[in-house]
């Protein structure tokens, strides 16, 4: 597992639990998504993941994305 899977694993899983959660409890839950994707999107641009640093200082090994 390298940290560009394990950046797109954790953001899908967000984004799922978010949608799942404005249907059943509350819509303002898609400001969760909302703020995902913003971060997918400025991460495609500037190459910097606050996810993608964490998981480097936890040990996991660079992708293409995220290289060290």
Same mark, same amino acid.
């Given at each position: #597992?390298?940290?560009?899977? #394990?950046? #797109?694993?954790? %953001?899908?899983?967000?984004?799922?639990?978010?949608?799942?959660?404005?249907? *059943?409890?509350?819509?303002?839950?898609?400001?969760? %998504?909302?703020?995902?994707? %913003?971060?997918?999107?400025?991460?495609?641009?500037?190459? *910097?993941?606050?996810?993608?640093?964490?998981?480097?200082?936890?040990?996991?090994?660079?992708?293409? %994305?995220?290289?060290?």
């Amino acid at each position: #597992m390298n940290i560009d899977r #394990m950046v #797109m694993r954790f %953001a899908g899983s967000v984004v799922i639990l978010s949608v799942a959660l404005a249907y *059943f409890f509350s819509p303002w839950w898609l400001l969760l %998504a909302l703020f995902v994707g %913003a971060n997918l999107l400025q991460s495609s641009f500037t190459g *910097f993941c606050p996810l993608a640093r964490i998981l480097r200082k936890l040990g996991l090994k660079p992708g293409c %994305a995220f290289p060290s």
